[in-house]
């Protein structure tokens, strides 16, 4: 099973200001600079190689739009803005040609989860059959209410494509195609469904947009199972550690509280995602620098009571990249 990240940002689409861009390529510029003097044949690859790669690719503006795949089956989960470029993917193939069927669940209806919704051109092509998916009970209303004018100027009545709702049970598993997939209740507003999401023994969870407020398993009774013997976490880490101290209640995490969850359920491996739409490339970067100082903290701590030190590999996902579950 895969997992391609088309939008990493949370709360709204954060796309490069003209400042912003101009001001990477001048740093670019005058680090190639200096690399020319010791490499004069100008060797694009060999700098880029040696750059740390937030510098020319960035974290990426795109909202929440997961797609996960295995050989047979396709499960689209949330559709912010990156779902527009998904959609363009999907054109190539069966949806394009209106043959195509796709599955796509819902977390929950904030802006940053729907806003690419109508921006998903295979809904506009007879022929398609699009599932959409939802513990919310009222999932068709919150999906025609994106298309409700004057807020979009073609009306759902006028969607060309085939559209199927399925309301789906609360911690029940829910099987689409080889993917079986979960929803157990986030810490959120409105509120947010974390997802358990299973294909031939390897397990994803997505835990975004959570602020995790019940920390312990007994506090979390039983959506703990979210978490429980999972292989890769999907985790909401918008603000640093002290950002999410002064923002009590906002439905969002930090990285550390999904490190300490992580090991404490013995995950491998933890993307954080959900990035401040303020939060530059750079920002970001010191939300890892703050994290990595904490993990090693984490570490002295399990060197001192003589126990073995917590296996888990984490990171600060870019939008665009597919991870191997
Ligand atoms: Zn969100
Ligand atoms: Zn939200």
Redesign the pocket.
């Known amino acids: 099973m895969k997992a391609k990240l088309w939008g990493v940002r949370?709360?709204l689409p954060a796309p490069y200001t003209p400042e912003y861009l101009e001001k990477k390529v001048r740093g670019l510029l005058q680090d190639y600079g200096e690399y020319l003097k010791d490499n004069a044949e100008g060797d694009v690859d060999g700098f880029l190689n040696q750059t740390e790669r937030h510098r020319y690719q960035g974290f990426g503006g795109h909202?929440?739009c997961v797609e996960i795949s295995t050989d047979s089956s396709q499960l689209v989960i949330?559709g912010?803005s990156g779902l527009r470029r998904l959609g363009e993917k999907m054109m190539l193939g069966p949806a394009g040609l209106g043959r195509g069927e796709m599955h796509i669940l819902m977390?929950?209806f904030?802006?940053?989860?729907i806003i690419g919704l109508p921006f998903f051109i295979p809904l506009f092509v007879p022929g398609n059959d699009i599932h959409f998916y939802a513990v919310q009970e009222d999932l068709e209303e919150r999906i025609r209410a994106v298309f409700r004018k004057p807020n979009f100027p073609v009306p759902y009545e006028a969607l060309p494509s085939k559209i199927h709702y399925h309301q789906i049970a609360a911690r029940q598993p829910k099987a689409v195609g080889d993917i079986v997939v979960t929803p157990y209740e986030l810490d959120?507003p409105d509120p947010?469904w974390g997802l358990r999401i299973e294909n031939k023994g390897r397990v994803l969870t997505y835990a975004?947009?959570t602020e995790c407020n019940r920390l312990s398993r007994k506090e979390m009774g039983e959506d703990a199972k979210l978490y429980e013997n999972s292989h890769v976490l999907i985790f909401?880490a918008?603000y640093s550690f002290l950002e999410a101290a002064e923002k009590v209640n906002w439905?969002?995490a930090s990285a550390p509280v999904g490190l300490d969850l992580a090991i404490r359920e013995g995950i491998e491996r933890v993307y954080f995602v959900?990035h401040d739409p303020a939060a530059s490339d750079e920002k970001i970067m010191k939300s890892a620098a703050q994290t990595a100082e904490y993990f090693n903290k984490l570490k002295e701590t399990y060197v001192k009571k003589n126990e073995p030190l917590p296996n888990v590999e984490w990171s600060f996902a870019p939008e665009g990249i597919t991870i191997e579950i």
């Open positions: 949370g709360s909202t929440a949330d912010g977390t929950h904030h802006w940053d989860h959120h947010c975004v947009d909401d918008q439905g969002h959900h």
